[in-house]
């Protein structure tokens, strides 16, 4: 009788450790971010489900390859010094902004929060989260536009001159097609 108890306790361990593992496994890919494990040479070795589609890939399409061929040219030596500096600091977090190159082409912007740890073996490897800042960094770069735009239609008095460059506040229209109260003495 022990025996058999022995073996059932064994069962119902297993069974819980599968649904546990199951439980984590769906985490992992239905998270809203992005996770990538890579390793000391910057091939993805792991990636959930969601970050795969959200660069437009299959995850079989990025394991294996280089973590460095979804990211925008211009940013690749930023990523590998920050991918680098994991490496060299153990268990250090580190925190970038980079842009990533879909698979049609497309530029999102990715803020990477990384850290290294040693793996199953002795090899490390980095644990990428990426989260799509995209929209927000649209936004900072059209603020600053217009900022620019509004500093730029001051005179030295600091008296309001329209911008006429192509489209302005009161939309693609000339001076001179706009009611003289609407653009008021300055056209005069």
């Known amino acids: 009788m022990n025996r058999a108890g022995d073996i059932e306790d064994d069962r119902r361990t297993a069974e819980t450790v599968r649904e546990s593992e199951r439980?984590?496994?769906?985490?992992?890919?239905?998270?809203?971010?992005?996770?990538?494990?890579?390793?000391?040479?910057?091939t993805?070795?792991?990636?959930?489900?969601?970050?795969?589609?959200?660069?437009?890939?299959?995850?079989?399409?990025?394991v294996g390859r280089s973590l460095l061929d979804v990211?925008?040219?211009?940013?690749?030596?930023?990523?590998?010094?920050?991918m680098t500096a994991c490496l060299d600091?153990?268990?250090?977090?580190?925190?970038w902004e980079a842009r990533t190159i879909r698979k049609d082409g497309t530029v999102l912007w990715i803020r990477q929060n990384a850290k290294a740890m040693r793996w199953l073996t002795t090899e490390p490897?980095?644990?990428?989260?990426?989260?799509?800042?995209?929209?927000?960094?649209?936004?900072?770069?059209?603020?600053?536009?217009?900022?620019?735009?509004?500093s730029s239609s001051h005179d030295r008095k600091?008296?309001?001159?329209?911008v006429w460059n192509g489209a302005s506040a009161f939309g693609t229209m000339r001076p001179s097609a706009l009611p003289r109260t609407a653009v008021g003495s300055a056209f005069r």
């Not at 490897?125 to 735009?149: F, K, M, N, P, W």
């Open 71 to 82: 990211v925008f040219e211009d940013d690749r030596e930023l990523v590998r010094t920050n």
């Open 23 to 42: 439980q984590w496994q769906e985490v992992f890919e239905h998270n809203p971010l992005m996770y990538f494990m890579v390793d000391g040479r910057g």
């Open 158 to 162: 600091g008296r309001f001159w329209p």
């Open 125 to 150: 490897v980095v644990l990428v989260a990426c989260e799509d800042i995209t929209q927000r960094h649209s936004g900072e770069l059209e603020s600053a536009r217009l900022a620019a735009i509004v």
């Open 44 to 62: 993805v070795r792991s990636v959930n489900t969601f970050g795969a589609s959200k660069l437009g890939y299959g995850v079989g399409e990025l």
């Open 89 to 95: 600091s153990l268990g250090r977090s580190l925190s």
